[in-house]
């Protein structure tokens, strides 16, 4: 491991602490412009989601009607009852999704990137430490008047994220700051991702606030325009 990834651990709760643990809900509200665009305002705007820590498994709930959930893994993803009734199923979910920025998104659309993204987002940075995941610290950089420490990550193919190379920036204290990647299934270009709020639940450091923009093509960030908002009331580890 990398010094920064050392320390972005720790400052996040600390990797023993995180391999005691097997799960996390967190109850959620996400809304932001993406969802109008995709003719899905609304879908998630409370609603809590389930993750493995330890395999990629995601599961958001109620989804679309009180007694419906989703279920995500790499390969596949569904709409289930909450008894496990399978609604609605697709495999190879990531094929599915349309080249056309504004095109509508299904149900499953919506299971698989939420699924995805959501686990990305609450299991950084422990991640990085499995098998597969590859790291390289870049130059520092200067924001907000803080300078950040940027971390590249590239994902190994048998995780469902936004893509393979993604960068992470920590403050001095190794709390994540920034998150830049790019959305492929959304096909719209780069994205600029910043957590804050930090609150400890169950010994771990999670923001409760995340706002996500656009990235221009010279890296300007587009701030006029919430692309994705995560606000964070809860979350449970066990």
Same mark, same amino acid.
């Given at each position: /491991?990398?010094?920064?990834?050392?320390?972005?651990?720790?400052?996040?709760?600390?990797?023993?602490?995180?391999?005691?643990?097997?799960?996390?809900?967190?109850?959620?509200?996400?809304?932001?412009?993406?969802?109008?665009?995709?003719?899905?305002?609304?879908?998630?705007?409370?609603? =809590?989601?389930?993750?493995?820590?330890?395999?990629?498994?995601? %599961?958001?709930? +109620?989804?679309?009607?009180?007694?419906?959930?989703?279920?995500?893994? +790499?390969?596949?993803?569904?709409?289930?009852?909450?008894?496990?009734?399978?609604?609605?199923?697709?495999?190879?979910?990531?094929? %599915?999704?349309?080249?056309?920025?504004?095109?509508?998104?299904?149900?499953?659309?919506? =299971?698989?990137?939420?699924?995805?993204? /959501?686990?990305?987002?609450?299991?950084?940075?422990? !991640?990085?430490? %499995?098998?597969?995941?590859?790291?390289?610290?870049?130059?520092?950089? !200067?924001?907000?008047?803080?300078?950040?420490?940027?971390?590249?990550?590239?994902?190994?193919?048998?995780?469902?994220?936004?893509?393979?190379?993604?960068?992470?920036?920590?403050?001095?204290?190794?709390?994540?700051?920034?998150?830049?990647? !790019?959305?492929?299934?959304?096909?719209?270009? +780069?994205?600029?991702?910043? +957590?804050?709020?930090?609150?400890?639940?169950?010994?771990? /450091?999670?923001?409760?606030?995340?706002?996500?923009?656009?990235?221009?093509?010279?890296?300007?960030?587009?701030?006029?325009?919430?692309?994705? !908002?995560?606000?964070?009331?809860?979350?449970?580890?066990?």
């Amino acid at each position: /491991m990398t010094d920064l990834v050392t320390t972005a651990l720790e400052a996040h709760g600390g990797l023993d602490r995180y391999h005691r643990l097997s799960s996390a809900t967190a109850h959620i509200r996400v809304g932001g412009s993406l969802w109008r665009l995709k003719g899905r305002e609304g879908i998630l705007d409370h609603a =809590a989601v389930r993750i493995d820590l330890h395999r990629q498994h995601a %599961s958001h709930s +109620p989804f679309t009607a009180p007694d419906l959930r989703t279920s995500l893994t +790499p390969q596949r993803v569904a709409v289930e009852t909450v008894t496990g009734e399978v609604k609605a199923e697709r495999l190879d979910p990531r094929a %599915s999704f349309p080249d056309d920025v504004r095109a509508p998104w299904d149900d499953l659309h919506v =299971a698989y990137f939420a699924g995805y993204a /959501m686990w990305t987002y609450l299991t950084s940075p422990f !991640t990085f430490t %499995s098998p597969g995941f590859e790291t390289a610290e870049l130059p520092s950089v !200067t924001e907000e008047g803080q300078t950040w420490r940027p971390l590249k990550v590239t994902f190994p193919d048998h995780i469902a994220t936004h893509c393979r190379e993604q960068v992470f920036y920590f403050d001095s204290n190794g709390l994540l700051r920034r998150h830049d990647y !790019t959305p492929e299934v959304i096909n719209a270009g +780069p994205a600029a991702h910043y +957590p804050s709020e930090y609150r400890e639940f169950d010994g771990i /450091m999670i923001p409760t606030r995340r706002r996500v923009y656009r990235r221009t093509e010279d890296g300007t960030v587009a701030r006029d325009v919430e692309l994705v !908002t995560i606000d964070v009331e809860s979350v449970l580890f066990v």
